[in-house]
């Protein structure tokens, strides 16, 4: 049975950014998930100052699903990367960072995110599995949005090409990884995991 189904848009509770909505792009802000309904007063996530300069000129649609994913994710994260240039994006296909010179973030359609720690040194946190957590909350601020989105660690299964809308994955953004792995497995090729990487499908 597939894991990959068409979601209903999530009925969330929050605020509008004014901003967006004013373009035509539905963002709802809900109310942090670690907010329980017990009194406690428990952390949530916000982005930085450089992080929203690093989403200047990104498509308005990832910028809104960006701002739900950071309220509702259980990891932390940065925003490391929005648009970049022709002659930055060369370079890191030279360097084998990149796999094409047309990269959905030249348009300013991708977006990189860094697993953040503020207790560690260095914040920054490459582990895989704490991008599987972010996946799961950018999921959810696609499905939200009401747009497509893919992850570079899970850009296609054995059932869907590329690229993979992670709004109708069913169940953890961790299993679609290992799915997109297996196909590659099976087609004797070597997967290209970006976890940090997410574009809009348009």
Known sequence: MSHYRRA????????RDKELESKGVRVTI??????EDKGEKTMGFKLG???LERLEGVDE?????????????KQDFSVIC???????????VESGASQTIASKHIPGLAVDLMAYDSGSTPAGRWELNLYDEI?????????????????????????????????????M???????Y???????????FIDGPHFELIV
Request: aromatic content about 8%; glycine content about 8%.
């Open 82 to 92: 929005g648009l970049r240039t022709i002659e930055e994006q060369r370079k890191l």
């Open 30 to 35: 809900p109310k942090s998930p670690w907010e």
């Open 61 to 73: 649609r990832m910028v809104a699903v960006v701002k739900h994913a950071i309220v509702v994710t």
């Open 181 to 191: 792995v297996d196909k590659k497995r099976a087609m004797k090729k070597r997967a």
């Open 8 to 15: 209903n848009r999530l009925g969330t509770q929050g605020w």
């Open 135 to 171: 996946a799961d909350a950018m999921a959810e601020g696609a499905r939200n949005v009401g747009v497509g989105v893919c992850w570079g660690a899970a850009w296609s299964t054995e059932e869907n090409s590329y690229p993979m809308d992670i709004r109708y994955w069913e169940g």
């Open 49 to 51: 100052k450089r992080s």
């Open 173 to 179: 953004m961790e299993k679609a990884m290992n799915a």
